[in-house]
Structure formats: structure tokens, C-alpha cells
């Protein structure tokens, strides 16, 4: 009786953290994959330089540009302003894309800086 209600229990956890753990995955997909997707997905691309950052109480707006298209993206964001955004080489959104106000709406952001280790490059 006891082994049944372990391994009831096991099976019972496996199924919730599998279960949660597939929600928490998002796969990286273009801007325009993400347009058309209705699940949470992470897009990366480059800071768009045409389009000026705008913090508000609550939500940091900013432009994402595809380097293979050169598509954008406006990326709302419900928080703050990261502190190495300026220094960003990629920015990873996390989140949905909403049709209705045509933006993307992150609830994770990802800055990735180019490392001070790295080799300079001759100029």
C-alpha cells in the first residue's frame, strides 16, 4: 500500500514539473515568426537606433531590428529600463506578440553586452 502511494506520488510529480516545464520553454524565433505566433516566444535582435527609448512608471518601450532583415519590432516592457541596455550588442525579448496595439510584450529581457575578454578587433 505504501509503495503504490510513493509511486502515485512520484508519477504526480514528474507530471506537474514536466508539465511546467514545458510551458517555461520559448523558443527563439524571427520578428516575423513572432508576429504570427500566439505562444511566448524570445526574439533576438539589435537596439533600433530610429526609434528613441520611452520609460513610463510602469513600462520601458524600445525597437528591436532583425539583422538579417532589417525588420522591426516596438518591444513593450513591464518594468524598468535595464541597467546595461545602452551597452547592448543583443537584446533578448521574452514574451507575445498582441495584434491589437502591434507590439510585442516582453516579461523578460535579456542584454547581451560584448565581453571585455573577448580579442579586440584590429581597426
Known amino acids: 500500500m505504501r509503495k503504490i502511494f510513493l509511486i502515485v506520488l512520484l508519477l504526480g510529480f514528474v ?3 514536466g508539465f511546467n516545464l514545458a510551458e517555461s520553454v520559448a523558443p527563439y524565433v524571427t520578428i516575423a ?3 504570427a505566433s500566439t505562444n511566448s516566444v524570445q526574439v533576438k535582435g539589435l537596439l533600433d537606433k530610429n ?6 512608471c510602469d513600462e520601458f518601450t524600445f525597437s528591436l531590428q532583425d539583422e538579417a532583415t532589417g525588420e522591426t519590432l ?6 524598468v529600463k535595464p541597467d546595461q ?5 543583443h537584446i533578448v ?3 507575445k506578440y498582441d495584434a491589437s496595439d502591434e507590439s510585442f ?3 523578460k529581457l535579456l ?3 560584448p565581453s571585455k575578454y573577448e580579442r579586440q578587433q584590429p581597426q
Open 15 to 17: 507530471a506537474y514539473a
Open 33 to 35: 515568426e513572432a508576429r
Open 51 to 56: 526609434f528613441v527609448p520611452q520609460q513610463t
Open 74 to 79: 516596438r518591444v513593450k516592457f513591464d518594468g
Open 85 to 89: 541596455f545602452d551597452e547592448a550588442y
Open 93 to 95: 525579448a521574452i514574451g
Open 105 to 107: 510584450h516582453a516579461k
Open 111 to 113: 542584454i547581451k553586452c
